[in-house]
Nanobody
Framework: QVQLVESGGGSVQAGGSLRLSCAAS????????MGWFRQAPGKEREGLAA???????SYEDAVKGRFTISQDNAKNTLYLQMNSLQPEETAMYYC???????????????????WGQGTQVTVSS
């Protein structure tokens, strides 16, 4: 059974950084596409970054140059390094997995089958 558990969320001031982790079990992460998403209250879930089985990455325009997705295959763990965070990026952050993905595009929630419970990120001004 595929399970994803996020961690690393918390509170940070504007301009600060956080690194999120997503521990995967029930499958080998390198055989799945992995993505990071966020959802703020009253807003739709949006895709931030994805990495495919060949290590190719894609980013949503708003986070390019500030966020970095990576994975440690030995630990079956996905990461999202987030820099220069802004208050409007306060949201619940989720990781997700799927056997395939359109790696050349920012991740779309409808393309992913397996989801973690999320970790809260709060950015204060």
């Amino acid at each position: 059974q595929v399970q994803l558990v996020e961690s690393g969320g918390g509170s940070v001031q504007a301009g600060g950084s956080l690194r999120l982790s997503c521990a995967a079990s029930g499958y080998t992460s390198r055989s799945y596409c992995m993505g990071w998403f966020r959802q703020a209250p009253g807003k739709e879930r949006e895709g931030l970054a994805a990495i495919d089985t060949n290590g190719r990455t894609s980013y949503e325009d708003a986070v390019k140059g500030r966020f970095t997705i990576s994975q440690d295959n030995a630990k079956n763990t996905l990461y999202l390094q987030m820099n220069s965070l802004q208050p409007e990026e306060t949201a619940m952050y989720y990781c997700a997995a799927n056997p395939s993905c359109r790696w050349w595009l920012p991740p779309a929630p409808t393309d992913y089958s397996y989801w973690g419970q999320g970790t809260q990120v709060t950015v204060s001004s």
